[in-house]
């Protein structure tokens, strides 16, 4: 047990643990949306329909700071899975925002878990190195000359 498999494990699940809240906060997201406004009510995080909005509007807004939610009711729009952007002068240059679809960062955390899940699982034949595969056949140290782990 070579110190980068902590590591791996470590990073292995913190990035299931990511995809799973990710997940469950894209799929809450269809039936409320999430909205969070500053003080100042110049500045707005939405949660909704898959994506997240970060927004800066010039005039202040006139709802509530801090967390609103809303429930979604009726007829659903669906996701907006592939509205993403950013504008800097929206709705007659009032507003600047930045939307990002929540499969974006799910996609980021998931495919590097999924290469270290594969990397840990793939076949190391008896004799060989668990950390990196190399034959170890005839070695007599007790540490792969190839990547420094103690067996
Ligand atoms: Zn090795």
Known sequence: MGKPRRIRRILKWTGVGLCILTL?????SGHW?????NQKRTFYVRIGDGVIALIHSYSRLPTEDGWVWVRVTGAKTGFDRYDW?????DIAG???YIRVPLWL?????AIPTAF???????FIPPGHC?????NLTSNVSGICPE????W
């Open 24 to 28: 469950g906060v894209y799929w809450a």
């Open 33 to 37: 949306h999430a909205i969070w406004l």
């Open 85 to 89: 952007g950013f504008s800097n002068g």
């Open 94 to 96: 009032k507003m600047q």
């Open 105 to 109: 960062p799910l996609l980021l955390v």
């Open 116 to 122: 270290i899940f594969w990397r840990d699982h793939r």
């Open 130 to 134: 668990n950390e990196c595969g190399y």
């Open 147 to 150: 990547c420094g782990t103690t």
